[in-house]
Nanobody
Framework: EVQVRESGGGLVPPGGSLRLSCAVSGFSFSSYSVSWVRRGPDNETEWISIINSRGDRTYYADSVKGRFTISRDNAKSTVYLQLNSLKIEDTALYYC???????????????????WGQGTQVTVSS
């Protein structure tokens, strides 16, 4: 059974930090790139960070560059997203997605449902 499970979300004040985790099972984890995607209150979905299978290449959306850091531990089948200097506009449901979501966007295809976790809520508010 494949499972993608995010954790670590919460309520933090502006300027605060959180560390999100994504624990994966049922996939050949070290063969996959992993993406973090968020969906804000406006229901818009934005990819925010991607890490390749080896963990030596990372990509960030301009909106989070310099504030968020993605990393992975292939031995633990886990991906992390460190969120620093959080802003109110970072409030969203954060999803971990197995694979590089840009590939699906370029192809115009849907990401398999089993590649998604259930999401973890990050709320930034004073």
């Amino acid at each position: 059974e494949v499972q993608v499970r995010e954790s670590g979300g919460g309520l933090v004040p502006p300027g605060g930090s959180l560390r999100l985790s994504c624990a994966v099972s049922g996939f050949s984890f070290s063969s996959y790139s992993v993406s973090w995607v968020r969906r804000g209150p406006d229901n818009e979905t934005e990819w925010i960070s991607i890490i390749n299978s080896r963990g030596d290449r990372t990509y960030y959306a301009d909106s989070v560059k310099g504030r968020f850091t993605i990393s992975r531990d292939n031995a633990k089948s886990t991906v992390y997203l460190q969120l620093n200097s959080l802003k109110i506009e970072d409030t969203a449901l954060y999803y971990c997605v197995m694979d590089d979501v840009r590939k699906y966007a370029a192809e115009g295809t849907d990401i398999p449902r089993e590649n998604w976790g259930q999401g973890t809520q990050v709320t930034v508010s004073s």
